[in-house]
């Protein structure tokens, strides 16, 4: 399911993308136009359809889509129509679809809660308690896997960029310059333990957001 990148993302590239003064020019000298490589990098990235200016929610088909997915054996499941709406510690109000999840007989397993606008998904409990969807009684991690962002990613001038998985959501990196870290995997974006980058899959390209690193890399082969 690609779906559009949340506004933070974009600011932060945005925030590295202000046009830089050129050096003063020698007297009779042609005037060469300077390019700022992280302003190019996002207008590619634009340019691919890979960045939009605001975050959209998710509907109720797609959603419906990111719960099935993994199920087999006639597992089924059904949107309720319970609505849902959780205020997080630092005051932000997040939204969900619940859905019902049964197995081949009809009989019920358990409820799932779907993040409108991240498409995370976390097992329902009931009165507003989520629980990590790993605690599902369905729950595959081999179902859950991110084979799309393994690989090596190179960028239009040649900077290499390294993806391995690291757990069921961790994400390990390595630059070209020996900037290596771990990164935890949100749907098709992903952050780096200090925050300092952030990335997005859009196959076969990955988008880094964060310092000198920012560029759009395309998985190599």
């Not at 003063?24 to 890979?50: C, K, R, S, Y």
């Not at 205020?87 to 409820?111: H, I, L, M, N, W």
């Not at 498409?119 to 084979?147: I, M, N, Q, R, W």
């Amino acid at each position: 399911m690609k779906r559009p990148i949340a506004t933070a993302l974009c600011l932060m590239l945005c925030a590295g993308c202000a046009p830089q003064a050129d050096p003063p020019a020698a007297a009779g000298a042609p005037q060469a136009e300077t390019v700022n490589p992280q302003a190019q990098a996002l207008a590619q990235a634009e340019q691919a359809g890979l960045l939009h200016a605001e975050k959209e929610q998710m509907s109720a088909e797609e959603a419906l889509e990111q719960v099935a997915a993994p199920f087999e054996d006639g597992h089924t499941a059904r949107l309720t129509d319970e609505t849902l709406s959780i205020q997080r510690e630092d005051g932000a109000s997040r939204t969900y679809f619940v859905f019902e999840v049964a197995d081949a007989a009809g009989e019920p397993v358990g409820k799932l809660a779907i993040d409108r606008e991240s498409g995370e998904k976390y097992y329902y409990l009931g009165d507003g308690v989520l629980e990590d969807y790993s605690s599902f009684p369905l729950y595959d991690p081999a179902a859950e896997a991110h084979p799309g962002w393994v690989g090596t990613y190179s960028s239009a001038v040649g900077v290499t960029l390294e993806l391995e998985m690291a757990g069921e959501d961790g994400l390990a990196f390595r630059f070209f310059d020996g900037t290596t870290g771990m990164a935890t995997i949100d749907g098709e974006t992903a952050h780096s333990a200090d925050g300092a980058l952030h990335f997005l899959l859009v196959e076969p390209i990955v988008t880094v957001a964060g310092g000198g690193l920012t560029g759009n890399y395309t998985a190599a082969g």
